[in-house]
């Protein structure tokens, strides 16, 4: 497969980019196509002067570009301003339209945050049941299990089409035919996906599709709502009545007509099997490690349904962050989170069973549109020699994470009391001052730790922003004062 992109000017003279889950650089035909908009038209495309005209017609054009994507009509698509506000609005669109006294959501363990914590507000805000279903060890939602988690208040299920991390494919057909048959919606999350991989929302039978400008070559800011014809949502932003008054706003026709260019351009790529080539060249990286490391690379994640761009490896002796601290030839991710410099493994990898040690020793190598095969070779150098280098560094590696730094309660519905039995056990013997995460591996765990912390003498440090899902820090006190006279702490919590 050729490749004929000519060099990127963002990415010439820096390290290796392998991190395209990331963001990915805007392509300069997007660029190109999105100036106009800044530079000359500038007219309210609800206006019905002539300075309207090219505004208007250029987000008809974009609209029905990135509609061609995905096999959608153009009046099934709303522009929104980021992914996460796409899957507030599916969310919490389709819930509060629904009418229901007590809405039942499903989703699935590995979701983005943008997923689960628009559950988390729904249930806080709007009554909802929400459901999490579990994956296996490659990342996958049982299709049976989602079967089994329907019930008569099922009003929607979201499950994504990629994993952001891993690259997992989920079965979305078959999950979307399943609540479809049930009289539920079916919100799929792709911004992973759109773009990497064909896609068809009537062949998928979905009803609600997120795709992300800045993972397919657009700016960040820019996003789309695909919403089947005849499906109701409650709109995510009141006002003028844009967007067929699902999302008021004067629309940003500079950002739109990149997406639309991006969704074009992506098309035409597809087309030509770039998915082919990168798929080629991210096999090559995985295959020059695998050489280069022998016996101590381990793909997480599955093998097949995976997209062609994502390899997400941990190789045996040495921590993910300190592997790209030094490998500075290759700008990737780890899945872990960094706080307060403790490193916590990602929930993602973790609710696929991988061990901490694992789950901490992971990297995320995801290959875009510049990715060549020089590339490729420069970096399987570079992560070859920093991990040979730091086989002998095991010990310091996990000496240098807080020994509790893995904790994760896991469980739908979980009990306040069954978390902090279990955080009570993993702490014992903590050096005093030590930094405990916690990372709620079901969002909508009724977490009260603070009330714990002033029980116990522990210091609560509060949320630790991240991108994933909610992490709590927990500074160790010298002594646990494990009980107060009149009141257990156990019992406390589970009276919350
Ligand atoms: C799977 C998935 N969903 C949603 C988002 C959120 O997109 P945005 O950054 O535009 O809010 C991302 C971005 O990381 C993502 O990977």
Not at 130 to 137: A, E, I, K, M, N
Not at 147 to 175: F, K
Not at 318 to 338: E, I, M, Y
Request: aromatic share 4%; proline share 6%; hydrophobic share 40%.
């Amino acid at each position: 497969m050729t490749h004929n992109t000519p060099p990127h000017a963002g990415l010439t003279g820096g390290p290796v980019y392998l991190d395209y889950n990331a963001t990915t650089p805007v392509d300069p035909r997007v660029a190109e196509a999105m100036l106009p908009h800044l530079t000359r038209f500038f007219g309210n495309p609800s206006s019905d002067y002539r300075y309207s005209v090219e505004p208007r017609s250029a987000l008809a054009h974009a609209r029905a570009q990135v509609a061609a994507l995905i096999g959608a009509r153009a009046d099934e698509i709303v522009f929104t301003a980021s992914g996460s506000e796409a899957d507030l609005f599916a969310l919490r669109g389709a819930v509060l339209a629904s009418g229901r006294r007590r809405p039942h959501v499903i989703t699935q363990v590995t979701e983005h945050p943008a997923v689960l914590e628009s559950c988390r507000a729904l249930q806080r805000l709007h009554n909802a049941r929400v459901t999490l279903l579990p994956v296996d060890g490659d990342g996958l939602v049982d299709p049976a299990a989602l079967t089994e988690a329907l019930d008569e208040d099922t009003v929607l299920v979201s499950i994504m089409a990629a994993n952001n991390e891993t690259g997992a494919l989920q079965p979305i057909g078959e999950l979307a035919a399943r609540t479809r048959a049930h009289g539920a919606l079916f919100h799929c999350d792709a911004a992973q996906t759109a773009g990497k991989i064909p896609l068809d929302v009537t062949a998928l039978g979905v009803d609600l599709l997120t795709l992300v400008g800045h993972k397919m070559y657009a700016p960040k800011g820019v996003a789309a709502l695909y919403v089947r014809d005849g499906v109701r949502l409650e709109p995510v932003v009141y006002g003028g009545g844009q967007e067929r008054g699902l999302r008021a706003g004067t629309e940003n026709v500079a950002f739109a007509v990149a997406l639309g260019a991006a969704a074009q351009l992506a098309a035409d790529e597809l087309a030509g099997g770039a998915a082919v080539r990168i798929e080629a060249l991210r096999d090559d990286l995985h295959r020059r490690l695998a050489d280069g490391l022998p016996g101590r690379v381990r793909l997480n994640g599955p093998r097949q349904e995976r997209l062609p761009n994502t390899l997400n490896i941990s190789i045996d002796g040495v921590a993910g962050h300190r592997l790209l601290a030094a490998a500075r030839a290759v700008a990737a991710s780890t899945g872990s989170a960094c706080h307060s410099g403790a490193h916590t493994p990602s929930p993602v990898l973790t609710a696929m069973g991988l061990d901490a040690g694992r789950a901490l020793g992971a990297v995320r190598l995801s290959l875009g549109r510049w990715t060549t095969g020089d590339d490729i070779a420069k970096a399987a150098t570079a992560l070859t020699d920093a991990a040979s280098a730091r086989a002998g560094a095991t010990a310091s590696d996990r000496d240098s994470t807080p020994r509790d730094a893995g904790i994760t309660v896991d469980g739908t519905g979980l009990l306040c009391v069954t978390l902090l039995l279990k955080l009570r056990d993993r702490i014992q013997g903590a050096a005093p001052g030590t930094v405990v995460h916690i990372i709620a591996t079901d969002p909508v765990a009724p977490l009260d730790l603070p009330a714990w912390c002033h029980m116990t003498g522990h210091h609560y440090l509060g949320p630790v922003p991240g991108d994933d899902r909610p992490v709590y820090a927990v500074r160790l006190a010298s002594s646990e004062r494990r009980t107060r006279p009149d009141r257990p702490w156990h019992r406390y919590e589970s009276g919350h």
